[in-house]
């Protein structure tokens, strides 16, 4: 039997969880699924990557709770799952968790399965409502241990309606490649960087800070900074405060981000919060010696010493021990960066991650009674 199923999210553009939407959407099992994915703004590179795969892309005109198209919305949606036979909806975050909830747990006979995909460091009146959708999904996703623990501990949500699903990197995209660096990145340069939004909570001073510990090591060392955000001016300024702002590249956004990760000798991560990183995932795919700070999930990607580096958030000398001691030992950063290459590849794929996806999926649904 072919299940219609919906995923939903916000956006459709670049994203974490749109992200990891697109990948379980485009690596289900057609034999037992048949997905359609819902979006507010449908617009950006996920949906055309997945009209593209053709997947039907369906917008749902929601800019506002408080608006008239979100009452309009609401039978929209109902409309939409009826008509599709939708067997279960999927949300990948927040805003269409409170949106879909209700609509689909009383307005239809779908499933409802929610996602939390980080620690909920969210606004009281945000919080309070994704509390009130805990009691009335059938079940909610996570992305790795921690936040499985986070929603036990913290906001006392029963272990039997969770269950994990690790992200998936898409390694047709990610892996080890070789292309000439670009000339802000010279051919004997020792380049250290990072990808990531540039918001506070990435912890980007702290790498400021490692950075300009270990600048004497190399002649010619870089910091490539690749991502876009509200804290450039701040970290431009800590550059220059720390005598480097010369080594230091600053790339925009970009959807082309393997080719970056193949430009890095070493891959750094100093988050001060983190649930399970995108970026730290696709960085060992690529093979590129890691660094993480050791919060959230990114010990369940990194093995201390075994496929990367773990530090103290905020710990600008423990940073600097550990990019010393990859600076100095190359060949104990390749080690490292081949086995979490073998890592990534046997748990981490997009299609383990969407087998696993589809076992929830079937969890729910085999025992479901639909008339």
Known sequence: MKYPVLLMARELNQGGSERQLTEIALGLDRARFEPFVGAFRPQGFRGDQLRAAGVPVIQFPVYSFRSRAALSGIWQLARFIHRRNIRLVHTFDAPTTAYATPITRFLTRALMLSSQRGHREITPEYRKLLRWTDKHVNGIVV?????????????????RLIRLCYNGVDLDQFHRAT???????????????????????????????????????????????????????????????????????????????????????????????EALSNSLMEAMACGCPAIASDVGGNPELIEHRVNGLLFERRNAAALADALRCLIQDPALGQKFAKVAEGRIREKFSRQVSARRMGEVYESFLDGSNFS
């Open 143 to 159: 992305n790795c241990e921690y936040v499985k623990t986070h929603l036990i501990r913290d906001e006392s949500v029963p272990d």
């Open 179 to 273: 292309a000439p660096r670009p000339a802000s990145l010279p051919a004997d340069a020792l380049v250290i960087g990072v990808v990531c939004v540039l918001r506070p909570e990435k912890g980007l001073t702290t790498l400021i800070d490692a950075f300009a510990r270990v600048r004497p090591l190399h002649p010619r060392m870089k910091l490539a900074i690749v991502g876009s955000g509200p804290e450039l001016p701040e970290l431009q300024r800590r550059a220059k405060e720390a005598g480097i702002l010369e080594d230091c590249v600053w790339e925009p956004s970009t959807s082309d981000v393997a080719r970056w990760l193949n430009y890095f000798d070493i891959f750094v991560l100093p988050s001060l919060n």
